[in-house]
C-alpha cells in the first residue's frame, strides 16, 4: 500500500500567516493527491483535488502544488477558521490512503 | 448536487457486525466514473480508508480490514452499505461514506456518523 507522510504533524501559528504543509508519497502517484481540512465535530472539507485543483467555493488563499511523490499545501494568510487538521489522501492507487494529518494550532 | 447521509445503528456489542447504510441523493449511484467509499476516524486518531465499491459491484478494501468488511450497493435506492464483522472497541469511529470521481480525484464527504462499540 502507498503510504502518504505528513510534515510537520502539528504546526502553532497566527492569523495572517502563511503557511506550508507537505505531503510525501512512498511512490509516485503522478497527480492523484487531494487535499481536505478537518474541523472538530464537523465532516471533512475538499480544499484541493487533483494536486493542484481548487475545489468550487474555496478560497483563493488555499494552493497546493506538486506530482509524483512530493506534494505541499499553501495558506497565504491564515484566518480563524483555518485552524484545524489537515489531511492528504492519495487514489492514484487501487488501495486509497490518507496522510497522517497536520494539526494547525493559533500560536 | 450530490449529498450523501450515513445512517445505522449508533450502538454495536463486541464480536457483532456492524452495519450503516449511506443515502445518495441529487444524483444516482449508478453515475458513471465515480467510485463509493467508507472512511473512518476514531476518536482522538486520523482519518482512516476502509475501501470503496463501483456501481458495477468492484470492491477495493484496505488489507488490514479485508477480512471482515464488505461494502455493497443497491442501485435501485441509491444506496451504499458498510458492514464490518467481529467488531472490537477499536473499531470505535465516526463512519463517513464519500464519492469520489474516478479521472480527476474530486471528492464529496457525508456528514458521517458515531458508531460505538461496547457492550
Known amino acids: 500500500d502507498i503510504q502518504l507522510t505528513q510534515s510537520p504533524s502539528s504546526l502553532a501559528a497566527s492569523v495572517g500567516d502563511r503557511v506550508t504543509i507537505t505531503c510525501r508519497a512512498s511512490q509516485s502517484i503522478g497527480n492523484g493527491l487531494n487535499w481536505h481540512r478537518h474541523k472538530p465535530g464537523k465532516a471533512p472539507e475538499l480544499l484541493i483535488y487533483?494536486?493542484?485543483n481548487l475545489q468550487s467555493g474555496v478560497p483563493s488563499r488555499f494552493s497546493a502544488s506538486g506530482s509524483g511523490t512530493d506534494f505541499t499545501l499553501t495558506i497565504s494568510s491564515l484566518q480563524p477558521e483555518d485552524f484545524a487538521t489537515y489531511y492528504c489522501?492519495?487514489?492514484?492507487?487501487?488501495?486509497?490512503?490518507f496522510g497522517q494529518g497536520t494539526r494547525l494550532e493559533i500560536k | 448536487q450530490v449529498q450523501l447521509q450515513e445512517s445505522g445503528s449508533g450502538l454495536v456489542k463486541p464480536s457483532q457486525t456492524l452495519s450503516l447504510t449511506c443515502g445518495v441523493s441529487g444524483d444516482s449511484v449508478s453515475s458513471s466514473g465515480y467510485s463509493w467509499h467508507w472512511i473512518r476516524q476514531p476518536p482522538g486518531k486520523g482519518l482512516e480508508w476502509i475501501g470503496y465499491?463501483?456501481?458495477?459491484?468492484?470492491?477495493y478494501y484496505k488489507s488490514s480490514l479485508r477480512s471482515r468488511v464488505s461494502i455493497s450497493v443497491d442501485r435501485a435506492r441509491d444506496q451504499i452499505f458498510l458492514q464490518l464483522q467481529s467488531v472490537t472497541a477499536a473499531d470505535t469511529a465516526v463512519y463517513y461514506c464519500?464519492?469520489?470521481?474516478?479521472?480527476?480525484?474530486?471528492?464529496?464527504w457525508g456528514q458521517g456518523t458515531l458508531v460505538t462499540v461496547s457492550s
Open positions: 487533483g494536486a493542484s
Open positions: 465499491i463501483y456501481p458495477g459491484g468492484i470492491t
Open positions: 464519500a464519492r469520489a470521481h474516478d479521472s480527476s480525484g474530486h471528492f464529496t
Open positions: 489522501q492519495q487514489s492514484y492507487s487501487t488501495v486509497c490512503s
